[in-house]
C-alpha cells in the first residue's frame, strides 16, 4: 500500500544560493561571463578570477553590507553599489577597477584605519592580514588624521582560547555572525553603538564555544587572535602539511603549521563535503601533547616492577619470546586499531592473524560495537536536504562536532526536524523534539515502527509510535545517527530504513564512531570474525569482551594493544582491571603513558598522527590522505615500524610492511581482491558482537533509595584519547560531574555543586553533582572517559551500571584530598591518569 | 524570575504577535522596577523572549536610556555627534563635566546626578543640545547650562528617570 506523503518540508532559499538555474550574462571588467540568475556580483566576479576586496562578506554566511569595501561601479545606477549584496542581472555590466571604485576604496581604507592602531609589528595576523593586504593595495599611502585616536580594550580575555584586541576590530562582525549563524548559539556579539561598539559575551562572561578557534582564522583583521598561537610564529616563517584531523571520525581536513620541526597551529583546510571549511577545537588545539613530559619517548620495559627504559631492539626481543609463546597455544589477544592509520590497522590484524595465528583481534576499546551500518550509508552532505534527523544513542554536538554544525544548519536554516531518541534529555543547540527512551528498549521500539510504516495508519501502536511513524512517513528524506552501542537496535533500525526506502523515502545512516578511526580498523579487518573488506572468516575469534575476560580467568598468556586505552575506555573496569592485571604479559604500543601502559610490561613509544603519513576512513567511508608534518622523537617508532619488527622477530620477516606506501598496496591489494569476489552485494556483513543481555553482571545492586543508574555521556573535552593529556585543551576541560534529576537530590539531599560520590561494583568514584532534569528519576549521568574519576568502575560490559550515591562532607572530602581516606579499588589507574 | 515580573512579561508578550517584540517594554519595566537593567533583568528577558542573554544585552547597551547601573534622579546627557560638536558641543561638555565634577558615565556621591555623554539626540537643527531625564535643551550654551544646574539643584525633577 502506498503511503500518503506529508506536504513536505518547506525550504528557506539561503541568501547566498542563487535563486535560480537560469544563467544570465554578465560583464565584469570587460570579460564576458554567465552565472545563474542571483549570484551575487563578488561571486560572479570570483568565476572570472576577479578578486573584489571584502572584510564582511564570507562565503558561508549572509552578506550584511556592513564594511563597503567592496565598493564596485555598476553601468546605469547612479552610485556605486557593494558587490557582496548586489545581484547580478541580464546584461549588467561591472567595473572593479576604475577610477570611481579606486577612490571609494582609498576612503573606505581611511575610515577603517582611522582608529586602527597600526600595530603591524607585534600583530600575529600581520602577515596574512586584509587590513594589512588591501591598504597595500587599495589604501591611501598617509592618514590624514590630527587627533588622537580612539583607544579601546586591548589583550582581552575572551575566552580560554581567544584574545581581543578591540583597538585592531573593524566592527565586520564576522564572528558574532559566525557564531549565531554557523554555530547558531548567540553568545558572541556586538555591544554598545556607534563608536563605542565592541565585540562581547554576556557581561563579560567567557566566549566558550566548541568552534570558537575559527573566529581566528576568519576575523580579516588582528582583533581575535589565537591563544595558544599568541606570539608564537611569523604566517611567512611556518611550513603547510596537508593533514587530517584525528579527534573525531569525521575526518575534518586541516592544515599543519610547523617552525623549526615543531607544531605551531592547525589550520582549517576547506573540504566542503566533509567539514565545509570548519575544525572545532578539540581537533584545532589538540596537539601540545606531543610535547608533553607525558609523552612517551622510548620504549619501557618492566624490570623488577618498575619500568626501565629500553631500546627498540630490547624491547621487542623482550616482547617475541611471550608473544611466541603465546601464539603457540592460540591464548593470545590482540586490541586496537581504532585510533590507528587505515595502514596501520590492516598490518595489525594482518600481525594477529599471519604472526600470531590468531583471529583474536579487536578494535573496540569502548562500548562500541559497530563502526558502519549494513547498509544505506549516508554521506555528511547529506545532512543538508534531509528532512527529518533521527538520533538515537550519539550526542553529535560532543562526539563529532564539525557533524554537529552541518546539522544546527539543517534544522535552523532549512527547517529539518530533529528527533533524539534516547534514556536522557540531550543538548543540541537547535530545537529537538526528545523521546525518552530506555537504552535497551530502542530495538523493540524500531521495530514497532517499521510495523506501523509498514501497516499504514490504521494499525497504531502506542500514540507516539504511531506520532513518530507518521513524522517518518512524512518526512522526504531520513538521515539517522547512532553510536553503534546497541548492535540489536542499529539492526531493528536497518529493517526500519527497509521499509522507508521501500516506499521511495531517500534514507541514510550514520554510525559516529567512537575512535577516529573506527570505521576504517572495521573495515581492515581488526574484528575477530571479519578479515578485511568484510569477509567473514572461517574460526572467528574472541572479541575485546572475550580476551578481557579469558585473560581475568587466566586463560590468555599474552595480550599487545595498540594505540588504545581500555582501562579508561572499556566499559566494565572491574573486568578490564582483573584482565590486565592476570595477563602474564602484556605489550602496549602507545603514544602517552596512559592508564593502560602504566600496568603493561613492555610499552613501545609510538609515533603520532603528525609524525607519520597513511590514511584515515571517516564516519561515512571516505578514505583520506594524511601527511607527516614533523619527525618524531629519537626513540620513537610508527605502528607499522612496531609491528614489522616483531614479526621478524617471530620469524615472519616480510609479512607486514615497515613503511605505510607499501602496507597500503597490501591492504589496496585485498579490498580489490575481495570487491571482485563479492559483486554486487549491498549489504555488508556484520561484526561479531556479544549478547548484550549476556554482558550485564547480574551483580546485586542494593535497592536503597540511594541507588542510581549510570549511564555515562561523552563531552568534548572530556577525555579519551590525547585530549586529556593536551595543555592546548586543559582549559577547556570539564570537571568531572553527574547530571542527577532534582526528585532525587531532594532524597539524596543534594545541591548543585556538592562534591558526591558514586559507589559501584568496581570501586567509586568522586564527582560534582549538577541538578537538572536533563537526567530523567532514579538515573545519574556522568562524564564518560574522565581519567580522574573513571565512570567504567561503575559500569558493566553493557555500557551501563548502577551506584549509591552519597553525598560527600566537607571533612570527608578534606581527607579524599589529602588521600589519607580508604582509596577506592582502582585508584591506581586513575593515579597514572592523574600524574600527567 | 520573580512570580511578579513573570506576570509583566507574559502580559507585554501577549500584546504583541512575536515574543521579541516585548523586549524593550520588558526591560523598561524591569527598568522603572530596580532602577536600572541589572543582569539578572537581562536573563529574564533573555527567557522571556527566547533569546540568549548576551543578545539581550546586545540590544539592552544599544539604547542610552537603559541604563546598566543605578542612576541619579536627574540624568544628563550631552550629544556629542557631529552636528553638535560643530556647534561648541565640546565646549557645553567640558564645561558640563566641570560643574558637575563628573566624567562621563558618572554618578555623583549623593546620588543625584548622572552625567552621560551619548550619541545624536535627533535635534541636529538646533545644536548643541543635552537631554534632562526626558526633557530637550536646545542650543545650549555653558551659561544655559549655569542656569539650569541652579534650578535642577534646587528642586527635584518632575520626571525623575528612569521613567516608563
Not at chain 2, 504577535?17 to 539578572?40: H, K, M, R, T, W
Not at chain 2, 550654551?141 to 521613567?163: G, I, K, S, Y
Request: net charge negative; charged share 25%.
Amino acid at each position: 500500500m502506498p503511503i500518503p506523503k506529508g506536504p513536505g518540508v518547506q525550504r528557506s532559499v539561503s541568501p547566498l544560493q542563487p535563486s535560480s538555474h537560469r544563467l544570465v550574462n554578465v560583464i565584469i571588467d570587460g570579460n564576458a561571463v554567465s552565472v545563474p540568475e542571483g549570484t551575487l556580483v563578488v561571486e560572479a566576479a570570483k568565476a572570472l578570477g576577479t578578486s573584489v576586496p571584502v572584510y564582511c562578506y564570507h562565503p558561508k554566511m549572509d552578506p550584511v553590507g556592513l564594511c563597503r569595501i567592496c565598493l564596485v561601479e555598476i553601468e546605469k545606477m547612479p552610485k556605486l553599489q557593494i558587490a557582496c549584496s548586489t545581484r547580478v542581472s541580464e546584461g549588467m555590466v561591472v567595473h572593479t577597477m576604475s577610477e570611481r571604485v579606486a577612490e571609494a576604496r582609498r576612503g573606505v581604507l581611511e575610515f577603517l584605519l582611522l582608529n586602527h592602531p597600526l600595530d603591524c609589528p607585534i600583530c600575529d595576523k600581520g602577515g596574512e592580514c586584509d587590513l594589512q593586504d588591501f591598504t597595500m593595495s587599495y589604501g591611501p599611502g598617509a592618514s590624514r588624521l590630527n587627533e588622537p585616536k580612539l583607544h579601546k580594550p586591548k589583550a582581552v580575555d575572551l575566552g580560554p582560547t581567544i584574545v581581543l584586541d578591540e583597538e585592531r576590530c573593524i566592527l565586520c562582525r564576522r564572528c558574532t555572525r559566525f557564531d549565531a549563524e554557523i554555530a547558531q548559539e548567540r553568545n558572541l556579539v556586538v555591544v554598545e553603538r556607534g563608536h563605542r561598539s565592541l565585540i562581547g559575551t554576556e557581561n563579560g562572561g567567557a566566549y566558550t564555544s566548541y568552534f570558537s578557534g575559527n573566529t581566528t582564522e576568519i576575523c580579516p583583521v588582528g582583533a581575535l587572535t589565537s591563544k595558544p598561537y599568541r606570539f608564537r610564529s611569523r604566517p611567512w616563517d611556518l611550513g603547510h602539511t596537508d593533514s587530517i584531523c584525528n579527534q573525531c571520525p569525521v575526518g575534518c581536513n586541516f592544515r599543519i603549521d610547523t617552525r623549526f620541526g615543531r607544531i605551531m597551529r592547525t589550520f582549517t583546510r576547506e573540504n566542503t563535503s566533509v567539514d565545509d571549511g570548519w575544525i572545532c577545537d578539540r581537533g584545532r588545539y589538540t596537539f601540545n601533547y606531543l610535547y608533553q613530559p607525558s609523552r612517551l619517548r622510548q620504549p619501557l620495559v618492566r624490570r623488577g616492577g618498575e619500568f626501565v627504559a629500553a631500546s627498540f631492539d630490547e624491547a621487542i626481543a623482550a616482547s617475541a619470546g611471550p608473544l611466541a609463546a603465546a601464539a603457540q597455544t592460540g591464548r593470545v589477544g590482540v586490541i586496537g586499531g581504532g585510533r590507528l592509520s587505515d595502514e596501520e590497522a590492516f598490518s595489525l590484524q594482518r600481525f594477529a592473524r599471519q604472526v600470531l595465528h590468531t583471529n583474536n583481534i579487536d578494535h573496540r576499546a569502548g562500548a562500541q560495537r559497530l563502526a558502519s551500518p549494513a547498509r544505506y550509508q549516508a554521506r555528511l552532505e547529506d545532512l543538508d536536504d534531509a528532512s527529518l534527523i533521527l538520533i538515537f544513542g550519539a550526542l553529535t554536538p560532543e562526539q563529532a562536532p564539525i557533524l554537529d554544525l552541518r546539522l544546527r544548519r539543517a534544522v535552523a536554516r532549512r527547517h529539518a526536524k530533529l528527533l533524539f531518541v534516547g534514556p536522557y534529555r540531550p543538548w543540541f543547540a537547535v530545537p529537538c523534539n526528545y523521546i525518552e527512551y530506555t537504552p535497551g528498549a530502542i530495538g523493540d521500539l524500531m521495530n514497532q515502527l517499521s510495523d506501523v510504516v509498514h501497516h499504514g495508519r490504521e494499525e497504531k501502536g502506542d500514540g507516539f509510535v504511531s506520532e513518530i511513524a507518521n513524522e517518518l512517513v512524512g518526512a522526504e528524506k531520513i538521515i539517522a545517527i547512532h553510536n553503534g552501542r546497541d548492535a540489536d537496535a542499529a539492526g531493528a533500525l536497518d529493517r526500519l530504513m527497509d521499509t522507508l526506502h521501500q516506499y521511495d523515502h531517500p534514507v541514510g545512516i550514520l554510525v559516529v564512531g567512537s575512535q577516529a578511526n573506527s570505521r576504517g580498523a572495521e573495515a581492515a579487518g581488526c574484528i575477530p570474525n571479519l578479515s578485511p573488506a568484510y569477509i567473514p572468516v572461517d574460526d572467528p575469534g574472541m572479541t575485546t569482551h572475550q580476551m578481557l575476560t579469558a585473560a581475568a580467568e587466566g586463560k590468555l598468556d599474552a595480550l599487545f594493544i595498540a594505540g588504545a586505552n581500555p582501562a579508561l575506555t572499556y566499559p566494565d573496569g572491574l573486568l578490564v582491571r582483573r584482565a590486565l592485571d592476570s595477563v602474564p604479559f602484556l605489550a602496549v604500543a602507545e603514544q602517552l603513558m596512559t592508564e593502560t601502559a602504566a600496568v603493561a610490561d613492555v610499552v613501545f613509544a609510538a609515533s603520532s598522527f603528525a609524525e607519520k603519513s597513511g590514511h584515515l576512513t571517516n564516519l561515512e567511508g571516505r578514505r583520506q590522505a594524511f601527511k607527516a608534518a614533523v619527525e618524531p622523537p629519537v626513540g620513537v617508532f610508527s605502528d607499522l615500524q612496531i609491528f614489522s619488527a616483531l614479526a621478524s622477530a617471530l620469524g615472519r620477516e616480510g609479512v607486514i610492511a615497515a613503511d605505510a606506501d607499501a602496507a597500503f598496496a597490501q591492504l589496496r591489494a585485498a579490498e580489490d581482491l575481495i570487491r571482485r569476489a563479492r559483486g554486487g552485494q549491498t549489504s555488508l556483513p556484520r561484526p561479531q558482537t556479544d549478547d548484550v543481555s549476556d554482558l550485564h553482571s547480574g551483580d546485586a545492586v542494593d535497592a536503597t533509595h540511594h541507588t542510581l543508574a549510570i549511564i555515562p555521556v561523552p563531552r568534548l573535552y572530556g577525555g579519551g584519547g590525547a585530549a586529556a593529556y593536551d595543555p592546548g585543551v586543559a582549559p577547556m576541560r570539564p570537571e568531572p560531574f553527574a547530571v542527577i534529576h532534582p526528585d532525587d537530590a531532594v532524597r539524596l539531599g543534594l545541591d548543585s555543586g556538592d562534591r558526591v560520590q558514586l559507589s559501584g561494583r568496581g570501586g567509586s568514584i568522586e564527582v560534582e553533582a549538577k541538578i537538572a532534569d536533563q537526567a530523567p528519576p532514579g538515573v545519574a549521568l556522568v562524564l564518560a572517559d574522565m581519567p580522574q574519576a573513571p565512570v567504567n568502575r561503575l559500569l558493566d560490559a553493557s555500557g551501563f551500571g548502577s551506584a549509591t550515591a552519597q553525598k560527600l562532607r566537607a571533612e570527608e572530602r578534606l581527607r579524599g584530598e589529602l588521600g589519607s581516606s580508604s582509596v577506592a579499588v582502582g585508584d591506581g589507574y586513575a593515579a597514572a591518569g592523574a600524574g600527567v | 524570575m520573580t512570580p511578579e515580573r513573570e506576570r509583566r512579561g507574559a502580559q507585554l508578550v501577549a500584546k504583541y504577535p512575536n515574543a521579541q517584540s516585548a523586549l524593550i517594554p520588558f526591560l523598561q519595566a524591569c527598568q522603572e522596577e530596580d532602577g536600572y537593567v541589572s543582569g539578572d533583568a537581562i536573563r529574564d528577558a533573555a527567557e522571556l523572549t527566547g533569546i540568549t542573554p548576551a543578545e539581550v544585552e546586545s540590544i539592552a547597551s544599544f539604547y542610552s536610556l537603559l541604563f546598566k547601573e543605578p542612576v541619579g534622579k536627574h540624568v544628563i546627557q550631552v550629544c556629542r555627534t557631529l552636528s553638535c560638536m560643530l556647534r561648541g558641543a565640546d565646549e557645553l561638555r567640558d564645561h558640563a563635566r566641570m560643574r558637575l565634577g563628573l566624567a562621563n558615565g558618572e554618578t555623583s556621591a549623593d546620588g543625584r546626578f548622572t552625567y552621560e555623554e551619548v550619541e545624536c539626540l535627533a535635534a541636529c537643527d538646533r545644536a548643541p543640545c543635552l537631554q534632562h531625564n526626558l526633557e530637550f535643551h536646545y542650543d545650549v550654551t555653558p551659561e544655559d547650562f549655569d542656569r539650569q544646574l541652579e534650578r535642577w539643584r534646587a528642586e527635584e525633577p518632575a520626571v525623575t528617570m528612569p521613567a516608563e
